[in-house]
């Protein structure tokens, strides 16, 4: 399984951006699909996942800026995030794994996408 990440670049305060992953290869299976950041020095850490029966799972900084969704037709994963502060800056890594945004256990990582406010 391959997760390619895309849509990632430069937004002012407030701004909005859509981050994508593709994922191709063998099928993913019934996992969890989500979107982990980090930044130099931090841990990776969850953002926004949704299950395999459509329920999504927010972190608390996002909650009500980013929306997370799926295009099962195009084996895509989006992040629409409204409202961006400089704090959501790092790099979004797409996952997948058993258990939405744990990080240890995610079984597929993308190469991941910056994503810079200022």
């Known amino acids: 399984v391959q997760l390619v990440e895309s849509g990632g670049g430069s937004v002012q305060t407030g701004g909005s951006l859509r981050v994508s992953c593709e994922a191709s290869?063998?099928?993913?299976?019934?996992?969890?699909m989500g979107w982990f950041r980090q930044v130099p020095g931090k841990e990776r850490e969850g953002v926004a996942a949704i299950d395999t029966d459509g329920t999504t799972t927010y972190a608390d900084s996002v909650k009500g800026r980013f929306t997370i969704s799926t295009d099962k037709s195009k084996n895509t994963l989006n992040l629409q995030m409204n409202g961006l502060k400089p704090e959501d800056t790092a790099k979004y890594y797409c996952?997948?794994?058993?258990?939405?945004?744990?990080?240890?256990?995610?079984?597929?990582w993308g190469q991941g996408t910056q994503v810079t406010v200022s």
């Open positions: 290869g063998n099928t993913v299976g019934p996992m969890c």
């Open positions: 996952a997948a794994g058993p258990t939405c945004l744990v990080r240890q256990v995610q079984r597929f």
